[in-house]
């Protein structure tokens, strides 16, 4: 599947770049990223009945293991997923216990209280490796791991809990997009592939960030594995919801998409890069701020690659203003850069790579973050990074070393010239 997207993807380019049909090729460009970003063609794998159904928990109450064995904390959300969700539950208990090496706590989410419940068991596991450490520490072997089981919205929040604990967060992808899993190539085609990279445990770790918005008095603060997105992508999610999405379905996000690109909604900005002073105002429709970002996400794709332990946030900025036509040649641009893996080289995107970014909107925008729509609009983001704060249990590296483009981290000149 991912060479042939390859390869559709890179014959759009050259025929962009030969007969200069931007307009067509944006297009199809785009209704190909919304189709990845939600899943388009992602289907998951037909559950089957299992012969045996493993005992679980009532009231996500602990239950005691056999010394020896390593314990997993697998937050599942029910409400995932395609199939019957207590037969893939017992599918991917009997999955990870395959052996009997390792002893599956089981808690399901709770959309209100999912913080706490991780919180909790963040807490126990504190304790726990406390109380099992001996001069040696615990062995690595048997330290407890948590584990999420759902979308991207779901692992999200499991993980801004145990950010910078050092415990082991391993994915089952069950979602439409699943681009934290696709990002890090965990696997999102079969939950046997899945709860085999969780049972190997081979651990990578990975940054994050910090997002804090403020606006009319109003502030927030959260985290973010994946990316925030600025005015485009937000109003894309904004226009996709409602009764559009109930008639429409998933294509309903293809034609947010479609409309937001040919009819932009323009607003002036101002940056603080790495705690300088503030650049001069620059008129945008779309920022985008990624700390893992797949392919996918073509509006992440300024820099060319998305570096998920660069200790670095990409920035990716489209100064379209309104314009219908550059609006579809950046977006072109995107997916050139998308694909050939190297920064865009137009005067429409501006792309840094920094450690901290302030962005000071004249008015209120909307913003998306790790693709859950926020719930007020704001004036005032800042996102600094938090460097190698997931400790992620991904597939054992491959034998040859990850391209990484030769891109610097911006500073203020840089960008003062680019602006």
């Not at 990716?316 to 550059?326: H, K």
């Amino acid at each position: 599947m991912h060479k042939a997207r390859y390869f559709y993807q890179h014959s759009l380019v050259v025929l962009a770049s030969q007969y200069k049909i931007h307009i067509i090729m944006s297009l199809l460009a785009l209704s190909l990223l919304i189709a990845v970003t939600k899943g388009q063609g992602l289907a998951l794998p037909t559950t089957t009945k299992t012969t045996s159904t493993p005992t679980l928990t009532k009231d996500n109450k602990l239950r005691q293991h056999r010394p020896g064995q390593r314990l997993v904390y697998l937050f599942f959300n029910p409400g995932a997923g395609k199939g019957d969700q207590q037969e893939e539950l017992a599918r991917i208990l009997n999955l990870l216990e395959a052996d009997d090496m390792i002893s599956t706590q089981v808690i399901k989410t709770h959309p209100d209280k999912l913080h706490e419940q991780v919180r909790a068991v963040v807490e126990h596991i504190r304790q726990y490796t406390a109380a099992t450490n001996n001069e040696d520490g615990c062995p690595k072997d048997q330290t407890p791991m948590v584990v999420a089981s759902g979308g991207d919205g779901t692992i999200s929040a499991v993980a801004q809990a145990v950010m910078n604990t050092g415990i082991p967060f391993g994915v089952i992808p069950r979602g439409t997009a699943n681009a934290f899993a696709t990002a890090l190539g965990i696997p999102t085609t079969t939950i046997e592939e899945a709860c085999q990279t969780i049972r190997e445990s081979n651990t990578r770790f990975v940054d994050a960030a910090t997002c804090h918005h403020n606006g009319n008095k109003i502030t927030r603060q959260t985290k973010m594995v994946l990316l925030a997105g600025i005015g485009w992508e937000a109003n894309m999610v904004m226009t996709a919801q409602g009764t559009l999405k109930r008639v429409l379905g998933k294509l309903s996000y293809i034609w947010g998409g479609i409309k937001e690109t040919v009819a932009p909604k323009p607003f002036q900005c101002q940056l603080r890069i790495n705690g300088g002073d503030m650049t001069k105002p620059i008129q945008t429709h779309s920022i985008t701020v990624a700390n893992v970002a797949p392919g996918g996400s073509v509006s992440a794709q300024g820099t060319g690659q998305v570096i998920p332990d660069d200790e670095l946030l990409d920035i990716t900025i489209q100064t379209c203003g309104d314009s219908t036509l550059e609006s579809l040649n950046a977006m072109a641009h995107l997916l050139k850069a998308a694909v050939v893996k190297e920064p865009t080289e137009t005067e429409n995107i501006i792309q840094l790579r920094v450690r901290e970014i302030e962005i000071s909107c004249r008015t209120k925008q909307p913003v998306v973050i790790d693709g859950e729509l926020q719930r007020h609009k704001q004036k005032m983001f800042h996102y600094k990074v938090l460097p190698k704060a997931l400790n992620v249990i991904t597939p054992p590296p491959e034998t040859e070393t990850e391209t990484t483009t030769s891109m610097p981290p911006a500073d203020l000149d840089l960008v003062s010239s680019a602006l």
